[in-house]
């Protein structure tokens, strides 16, 4: 099991860049895929970003491919995800999530362990 932990929310304007960290203990860190997946009110649950086990593999939706950059740091056990040129409708709570797997992926049940969430709201 992996415990996890997002900082990083806040308020930004429109246009504006923001990042978020997501700090994780438990399993070791660096033998699995790493998410980022964000729900906005009365919407389902929806992928974002996905990194491999070792960085080499990224995955974007597309509403953010070009803007939004993941990254990991394995020493320090800490997911990233820079945010450039935010939207209004990039407004939502925002999970990370550990993969089954090394690979990343696109699918929610390929991840096992959730952390609580934050709040990422941009003014327009």
């Known amino acids: 099991q992996v415990h996890l932990v997002e900082s990083g929310e806040g308020l930004v304007q429109a246009g504006g860049s923001l990042r978020l960290s997501c700090a994780a203990s438990?399993?070791?860190?660096?033998?699995?895929?790493m998410g980022w997946f964000r729900q906005a009110p009365g919407k389902e649950r929806e992928f974002v970003a996905a990194?491999?086990?070792?960085?080499?593999?990224?995955l974007y939706a597309d509403s953010v491919k070009g803007r939004f950059t993941i990254s990991r740091d394995n020493a320090k056990n800490t997911l990233y995800l820079q945010m450039n040129n935010v939207k209004a409708e990039d407004s939502a709570v925002y999970y990370c999530?550990?993969?089954?797997?090394?690979?990343?992926?696109?699918?929610?049940?390929?991840?096992?362990?959730w952390g609580q969430g934050t709040q990422v709201t941009v003014s327009s």
């Open positions: 438990g399993r070791t860190f660096s033998r699995y895929a």
């Open positions: 990194i491999s086990w070792g960085g080499a593999n990224t």
């Open positions: 999530a550990a993969g089954t797997y090394g690979r990343a992926s696109y699918s929610v049940t390929e991840y096992d362990d």
